[in-house]
Every structure is written in C-alpha cells, then in structure tokens.
C-alpha cells in the first residue's frame, strides 16, 4: 500500500470554514451509516480526515486517539496545523482522548447524535488507518527471557533515568521535551514494560504512552492492577488521561515520578486529586480524593511493594 500523504500547498491557510453544528452532524450520519462503530474526524483543505473504532474499557485507543497519532505518522512536518482544526468525534469522550487533544492537538466535540439533515456536502475522504506499535523482537525477547526484578523503587528509578540517555537529540525537538523514560513493574517490582520519549515527528508518542501502548501490543492487557508507573518526569495531562483510562484498577495503580513538571500541561492533571479533569470525568467521593501519583521522595523510597506505599504515605 503506498503511503497516504496529507496533501497540502498551503498548510497555514486552510480556507476550508469551520463546520455548522448541523454539517458536522450531517458528515457523521454520512461516515458511520447507521453503524455503531464510532468515528473520530476533522475537515482541513476541503478533505474529511476520519478514523474509526470500537470504544473499549482500559484500551489505549479510540478513534480521537487514532485520528490523531496517525495524522502525526502521515505528515509530521504539518500535523500540528492539521490537528488545530476542531476534531469531532461520536465516541464518548474519555480522560485520555481529552488529554491527547489538550497536549497534541487543540479542540474536540461529541456529536452524540449523527443526523441527517439533508445537508450536501463536497469533500474528498481519507480514513486514518490505525498506527501499529509493535515492540521490536529484542525488546520482547528481553522482557521475556531475561526478567529484571528490582530491589526498591529508587533502584528501578535509577534504572528509568539511565534509559534517558537512549532519547536522542533528534525527540528533544521542543523546548517543553526533555529525555523522558518510563517503566511498568509488577507488583513485586520486576520489568514488565519500559520506554523512553520519541516525540520529535509525533507529538503524541510520550515516554507513558509509548509504554502503554507497546505493553498493550504485546500482551493485549491493560495496566495491570497492584502495578508501579515510574516516570523520569510527573506525567502530562495526555499521559495521565492514558493512565488512567488503562488502568485496570486506578485505585490499586501507583505511579511514582522524580522530576516536577511545572509546565501548564502537567501541573494538575486526572492523575491529581480534586483536580478539573478529575472532577469533569469522576463523581463517587472516594475516587475525587485519590492520589495514585507521588513524587519520589524518601518514604516513597523505602516502599518495597504497594502495600508499603500505602503505609508510608
Ligand atoms: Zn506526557
């Protein structure tokens, strides 16, 4: 299949106005046929970008998710341009879509209702095919063979902070990027995942949601429960969204960070109690006040296992 190429001469002037409720809706009724597959899609240079699939629960995608990395893999020079458009999707909006637009793209809509108002329109099609994120042979031939079991947080953190070096200069591409690695552990502390950040071509593809969606691609699991994120850096807002829309259990999920982000897309995020995200999406109390992400300080270090998390704290 030859690659699909966003085509654009002018990227930074798209005359193509922005969409009437009523059109949006209209385009929606035109792509989803009745079907129930929701579908994500923004309307740039006279083309209907759209992306589809199936919502499902504690999966690192859905079709904003979709729309969004693949128009990044398509055309990293004029995504961002491309993704400023507003995205309309007809999926239910989750914490991870929210911040996947929030941080590498800009608005998005629910159209809960598709209708056709007999409306005609003259755009060309281009559906979004998925991205696929394999892990390479060697990394899985090294998660499964040569299992890495940590003593304590500090030593799987020290670990986390020699993967940065991996990030070439290349991904540091925006004043915000830093080398950014993250890990997934189990329980009693052994190596189940680990990435770093590769965000120079795709805005997207932060170190956490890289290890997400690699560990997704190679076990078909969510972020298993009783499990430990630790991150080089506290967690963006897109990457807290994925977290927590992954998690398999967000109240038995530690994620354990060393260096602060005071950037206005980390400061309080989903991952955050009480915090705007967390309120939007969450009503039962006791979830509002969860605090599932500590910064790595000293009785966070001394924490063998989440139930010595729990007591330190
Ligand atoms: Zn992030």
């Not at 793209?105 to 281009?126: C, G, I």
């Not at 309120?279 to 605090?291: G, N």
Request: glycine fraction near 2%.
């Amino acid at each position: 299949m030859s690659e699909l190429q966003i085509s654009t001469q002018s990227p930074a002037h798209d005359l193509t106005p922005n969409l009437t409720q009523e059109l949006a809706e209209q385009i929606a009724h035109e792509l989803t046929h009745g079907e129930q597959i929701p579908i994500a899609f923004l309307v740039r240079d006279q083309t209907i970008y759209f992306s589809r699939a199936e919502m499902r629960a504690h999966t690192p995608y859905s079709p904003v998710v979709h729309l969004i990395q693949g128009i990044y893999d398509l055309d990293p020079l004029n995504a961002f341009r491309f993704v400023r458009k507003r995205i309309y999707t007809t999926a239910r909006l989750t914490p991870m879509c929210l911040g996947m637009v929030k941080v590498a793209a800009q608005r998005v809509s629910e159209l809960s209702r598709p209708r056709d108002h007999q409306l005609k329109f003259h755009f060309d099609l281009r559906e979004i095919i998925p991205r696929k994120m394999l892990p390479s042979a060697l990394t899985q031939l090294f998660l499964n063979q040569s299992p890495i079991r940590f003593q304590s947080v500090p030593e799987a953190m020290n670990h986390a902070r020699a993967l940065t070096h991996q990030v070439s200069q290349a991904e540091q591409r925006y004043e915000s990027d830093r080398p950014i690695a993250a890990l997934l552990l189990s329980r009693d502390l052994k190596l189940l995942e680990f990435a770093v950040n590769t965000n120079a071509r795709n805005r997207t593809l932060h170190a956490e949601v890289n290890l997400i969606q690699t560990y997704y691609a190679r076990t078909g699991s969510a972020v298993p429960s009783d499990s430990f994120i630790i991150s080089t850096r506290k967690p963006c807002r897109m990457c807290a969204g994925m977290i927590w829309h992954c998690a398999e259990d967000i109240q038995n999920l530690n994620i354990i960070y060393d260096e602060e982000d005071t950037g206005p897309n980390a400061r309080s995020t989903i991952l955050n109690a009480e915090s705007y995200d967390r309120k939007r999406f969450v009503s039962a109390p006791h979830l509002i006040s969860l605090q599932p992400e500590k910064r790595l300080t000293e009785s966070v270090a001394k924490a063998r296992s989440p139930l010595d998390l729990i007591s330190v704290i």
